[in-house]
């Protein structure tokens, strides 16, 4: 049986402070439409503590020029907890921060290549969770600010990764079965157009309806969270939503890589997730699951 294998490193906590303004236009210029292709949206992680978001721009088809990746995944932001004021907030380690306030140079590239920019938020050992908040308005407060965030850094939505909270600590909450539903739901009233996708792990996950309500239909895409193994998530979501696929870069064999990709093509499924997508040459890795995807090898340009 394969297991969750992550190489999440953590900088020294920091403050949450006010932060300059940051322009987030598209730097004036109209993003160019990337070259058509046929297939799974892919999804690419990457571990900005230790590589580059640009890492995902690097990679073409050999047949059309189409990109590799479709959704570049900031990873990570923090769901973290004030033990003074009892409440959970958006926290930004010094590299996640980095990529944000450098959006011209580090995530506008990406976009003007047609690749979406999404910020995965994650627990962070505080107690802080998606599926522990004490009310509706404590969530809808968090929602707030990940959807500020959006507009303020011009990013393309929000990942939700609910490992590592750690419920309990600091005296917060179990988890609760209104929580989540209550933070998607706002979430998705604050933006309506962006993308909202669901690493597919932890109470949240498990905790999609209360109260006649179920928000299964308001991610846009849901991923099994077990790299080199096939899980169709647990959520009523189309094919075209879902990918049971997910692979490590580097570390998930090429050829169990092509498995997973030629499965997802020939049972109809719409996604390819990847993770930690670094800073060398991986088109090899890259290219044995393009080939089952979209019928071409990939191309790295440094």
Known sequence: MFTLVWSRVRTAALALSAVAALAVGTTGA?????????????????????????NAGKYTLANGGGNAFDVAVIFAANINYDTSTKAAYLYFNENVRRVLD????????????????????????????????????????????????????????????????EYGNNGTAQPNDSSFVHLVTAL???????????????????????????????????????????QVPGIALPKSKLS?????????????????ARRTVSEGYGVYLTYNLDGTDRSADVSAFTRELYGSDAVYTP
């Open 102 to 165: 450098n959006a011209a140079t580090e995530i506008r590239p990406l976009q003007q290549k047609g690749i979406k920019v999404v910020l995965s938020v994650l627990g962070n050992h505080q107690g802080a969770g998606f599926a522990n908040f004490p009310s509706q308005q404590a969530a809808s407060a968090f929602a707030k600010e990940m959807s500020d965030t959006v507009v303020k850094y011009g990013l393309d939505g929000i990942d939700f990764d609910d490992e590592y909270a």
């Open 30 to 54: 109209a993003a160019a439409p990337a070259p058509a292709k046929q297939g799974p949206t892919s999804v690419a992680y990457i571990e900005v503590n230790n590589s580059s978001m640009l």
């Open 188 to 230: 998705r009233a604050n933006m309506p157009d962006k993308i909202i996708s669901l690493y597919n792990i932890g109470p949240a996950a498990s905790r999609l309806s209360y109260g006649g309500v179920d928000v299964s239909s308001k991610f846009d895409y849901a991923w099994n969270p077990y790299y080199a193994t096939w």
């Open 244 to 260: 049971p696929a997910a692979v490590e870069i580097g570390r998930t064999s090429q050829s169990t890589a092509a498995d997973l």
